[in-house]
């Protein structure tokens, strides 16, 4: 089934072709000329007499204007194949990061959600769409891969959302299940916000966690930072910047410090894809780290590529403390697996109804599949009529200069 984006092209484009009919109905032509022995004694002046054409003529080529005119229309009109209607649709996030324990019971958990969705995301720190019948193969990967990552919720919601628009002409009602340990690592301050942008309920599937959480994060909660400084040069973290810039502010946590930063470090090559036992603890305003803290050998490694300010006012203002002391803070747990709070795992879930797909924002689609088909038939068409013009001129003027070289032969 075809359905349109934007309708009003093609009805405009159908009004356009109305007229063109009508105006090649209301044609009007000279007179049929004949030649007369008596002729030789009128003026040769040009006859300007013209009638009502009463037998429509050139047929093929009002057809391809026509056709020409609706095909430019219907382009416009953007138009596109509509799927199959269902119901319901599914959406199934599965949670492949860190957090999960037990492999054999998050596929036993996912299988009886993904068989006929939709759409199947899988997301650590970060999410990703796979089709529903290589979640089994996507799942055992993971389960065997041993650089497992610290998951999010937050971009998986994000993708989710992507995907609903998509989906969402082919369904009455959306559903959502999300299937994840919830541990309070993977929330952040936007899950909330972004969570509120699904307009319907979330059905929270909580599979096992890993095993190690109390115990690293209780170790982990009270331990001091040892602070190493890239200036230093006491570290390996940090290597030299190929060319020296500035930016204009830091954030650590909740706390962002604006000022002319001079950068002259960024993150070792060889620390780009940092393992479970270190994270990104500061970034500039431009997303790049700012400082990372690691677990060595049960000590909190907390390495700074920021220099503090050394002239104006910076260190004057209320943010550079309140800046400072969350660079100094305690270590916090690396591997926090302690299960989302009980109100933030119902504010998640939301209310008990389905989301309508009405209420779920389309997609913007620039041009759909059929636009560029549509306007290369307009093309040919358009060439086409030249070509049926020019034929039709051509036998025109034949028949003119016919009848003048009669009226001269007479």
Same mark, same amino acid.
């Not at 990703?128 to 971009?155: I, K, M, N, Q």
């Not at 989710?160 to 628009?165: I, P, S, T």
């Not at 620039?366 to 068409?381: D, E, F, I, S, Y």
């Given at each position: 089934?075809?359905?349109?984006?934007?309708?009003?092209?093609?009805?405009?484009?159908? !009004? %356009?072709?109305?007229?063109?009919? %009508?105006?090649?109905?209301?044609?009007?032509?000279?007179?049929? @000329?004949?030649?007369?022995?008596?002729?030789?004694?009128?003026?040769?002046?040009?006859?300007?007499?013209?009638? %009502?054409?009463?037998?429509?003529?050139?047929?093929?080529?009002?057809?391809?204007?026509?056709?020409?005119?609706?095909?430019?229309?219907?382009?416009?009109?953007?138009?596109?194949?509509?799927?199959?209607?269902?119901?319901?649709?599914?959406?199934?996030?599965?949670?492949?990061?860190?957090?999960?324990?037990?492999?054999?019971?998050?596929?036993?958990?996912?299988?009886?959600?993904?068989?006929?969705?939709?759409?199947?995301?899988?997301?650590?720190?970060?999410?990703?769409?796979?089709?529903?019948? #290589?979640?089994?193969? @996507?799942?055992?990967?993971? !389960?065997?891969?041993?650089?497992?990552?610290?998951?999010?919720?937050?971009?998986?919601?994000?993708?989710?959302?992507?995907?609903?628009?998509?989906?969402?002409?082919?369904? #009455?009602?959306?559903?959502?299940?999300?299937?994840?340990?919830?541990?309070?690592?993977?929330?952040?301050?936007?899950?909330?916000?972004?969570?509120?942008?699904?307009?319907?309920?979330?059905?929270?599937?909580?599979?096992?966690?890993?095993? #190690?959480?109390?115990?690293?994060?209780?170790?982990?909660?009270?331990?001091?930072?040892?602070?190493?400084?890239?200036?230093?040069?006491?570290?390996?973290?940090?290597?030299?910047?190929?060319?020296?810039?500035?930016?204009?502010?830091v954030r650590a946590g909740d706390v962002v410090l604006v000022f002319p930063f001079v950068r002259r470090w960024h993150l070792a090559a060889a620390r780009d894809t940092a393992g479970p036992d270190a994270r990104v603890y500061a970034r500039w305003a431009d997303g790049e780290p700012a400082a990372v803290e690691t677990m060595v050998n049960g000590d909190c490694i907390r390495s700074l590529a920021v220099s503090m300010p050394t002239v104006g006012d910076a260190i004057l203002r209320p943010e550079f403390v309140r800046?400072?002391?969350?660079?100094?803070?305690?270590?916090?747990?690396?591997?926090?697996?302690?299960?989302?709070?009980?109100?933030?795992?119902?504010?998640?879930?939301?209310?008990?109804?389905?989301?309508?797909?009405?209420?779920?924002?389309?997609?913007?689609?620039?041009?759909?599949?059929? %636009?560029?088909?549509?306007?290369?038939?307009?093309?040919?068409?358009?060439?086409?009529?030249?070509?049926?013009?020019?034929?039709?001129?051509?036998?025109?003027?034949?028949?003119?200069?016919?009848?003048?070289?009669?009226?001269?032969?007479?």
């Open positions: 089934m075809i359905s349109f984006l934007v309708p009003g092209f093609l009805y405009a484009a159908g !009004a %356009v072709a109305l007229g063109v009919v %009508v105006l090649h109905l209301l044609v009007t032509q000279q007179p049929k @000329s004949d030649v007369l022995p008596t002729v030789r004694f009128f003026p040769d002046v040009v006859a300007r007499s013209t009638s %009502v054409t009463i037998r429509p003529s050139d047929l093929w080529l009002l057809l391809l204007r026509v056709l020409m005119i609706l095909l430019i229309g219907a382009a416009f009109a953007q138009p596109q194949l509509k799927p199959d209607h269902r119901s319901v649709a599914r959406i199934v996030l599965v949670d492949v990061s860190r957090a999960v324990g037990n492999q054999a019971q998050l596929a036993d958990s996912a299988r009886a959600y993904t068989n006929g969705a939709a759409s199947v995301v899988l997301f650590d720190a970060h999410a990703r769409e796979v089709a529903p019948a #290589d979640v089994a193969d @996507s799942l055992a990967a993971h !389960a065997l891969g041993s650089a497992r990552t610290r998951g999010a919720l937050s971009p998986a919601f994000v993708t989710a959302l992507r995907a609903a628009a998509r989906i969402r002409d082919g369904a #009455d009602s959306l559903e959502m299940v999300v299937v994840s340990p919830f541990a309070r690592e993977e929330a952040d301050a936007a899950t909330q916000t972004i969570r509120a942008l699904w307009p319907g309920h979330v059905k929270m599937v909580r599979v096992a966690v890993a095993a #190690d959480a109390s115990a690293d994060a209780a170790r982990n909660a009270t331990s001091r930072p040892r602070v190493i400084w890239a200036d230093s040069g006491a570290t390996d973290t940090w290597t030299a910047r190929g060319r020296v810039d500035t930016i204009g502010a800046f400072t002391e969350a660079l100094f803070a305690s270590c916090g747990a690396l591997h926090d697996f302690s299960p989302l709070p009980v109100a933030l795992m119902t504010a998640l879930e939301g209310g008990a109804r389905l989301a309508p797909a009405s209420s779920v924002k389309p997609r913007a689609t620039r041009m759909t599949p059929l %636009v560029p088909w549509l306007l290369a038939g307009a093309l040919v068409l358009a060439l086409l009529e030249l070509l049926v013009r020019r034929g039709s001129s051509s036998a025109v003027g034949a028949e003119r200069e016919a009848i003048d070289e009669a009226r001269r032969a007479a």
